[in-house]
């Protein structure tokens, strides 16, 4: 095992803590400001003040995920195995490593094989804090797993049953195995518009923004970021 990669392991606890100390908002502001620290790396991180202006996190937000993120793999950058394993710290009763695929995946905005620090940022300020045309915007992208500009119905079904595994049997215990299935028949009776057996980012967004019922089941994809 290479010093990278062990070193990568050993910080995949700190890295998951970090983001959810964000996500809930109970960063430890006592604590004195550090400056980003900079070592040997693979890939170097843009400027703080560069990220502060193309993102909605402060200086401070910034610095306290990057050394998550230089803890979780100093050479700056994270591969596809090393994002399955910090999924697997949040949903012990669960698989998320279908899920964990996908959403490397649009993490990877490059789509060669791994994620700098700004792809991280740069996503996790919209999925946190993006206006909701944005999040919608971003999702879309997500379900999208071909890229073509359209979703399925297999391609949506793919994504809700890798969440419902991630979620795992004992946190959802009444779930059957159709219900991915009757979730997106749901799902797409109301966002395809002109029937046309895809959904587009204009329906997608527009049948979102319309239905309080397809808002509140959107926040179950929201909450697992």
């Known amino acids: ?24 908002g109970t960063l430890n502001k006592d604590k004195p ?19 502060e202006a193309q993102t909605n996190f402060t200086k401070r937000e910034l610095q306290i995920l990057y050394r ?14 090393t994002f399955k394993q910090i999924y697997a710290q949040f949903f012990p009763h669960g698989d998320a490593s ?12 490059g789509q060669n094989g791994s994620v700098k620090f ?8 919209i999925l946190l804090r993006g206006s909701i045309r944005e999040k919608l ?8 797993l071909n890229k073509d500009g359209y979703i399925n119905k297999e391609e949506m079904t793919d994504i809700v049953r890798a969440i419902y595994d991630m ?18 028949d ?9 029937k046309d057996g895809v959904v587009t980012l204009d329906e997608f967004i527009v049948s979102c923004q319309e239905d309080d019922n397809i808002m509140q089941s959107l926040q179950l994809f929201e909450n697992v970021i």
């Not at 979620?167 to 009444?174: A, E, H, L």
């Open 137 to 144: 915007r971003w999702t879309f992208n997500l379900y999208d």
């Open 68 to 81: 998550g993120f230089k803890n979780e793999c100093p050479s700056g950058l994270v591969n596809e195995e």
């Open 186 to 194: 749901a799902f797409f009776q109301k966002m395809d518009k002109n």
């Open 1 to 24: 095992m290479s010093g990278c990669t062990r070193r990568c392991k050993m910080g995949i606890v700190k890295f998951a803590r970090s983001i959810h100390r964000l996500v809930t």
């Open 98 to 109: 279908t899920y964990a695929h996908y959403l490397f995946n649009a993490f990877d905005s």
């Open 118 to 125: 700004e792809d991280f940022v740069m996503a996790l300020s």
């Open 167 to 184: 979620m795992g049997k004992y946190t959802y215990p009444v779930l059957k195995d159709e219900a991915p299935r009757q979730h997106v």
């Open 33 to 51: 400001e550090d400056e980003l620290e900079m070592t040997v790396v693979c890939h170097r991180p843009e400027g703080l003040e560069q990220l």
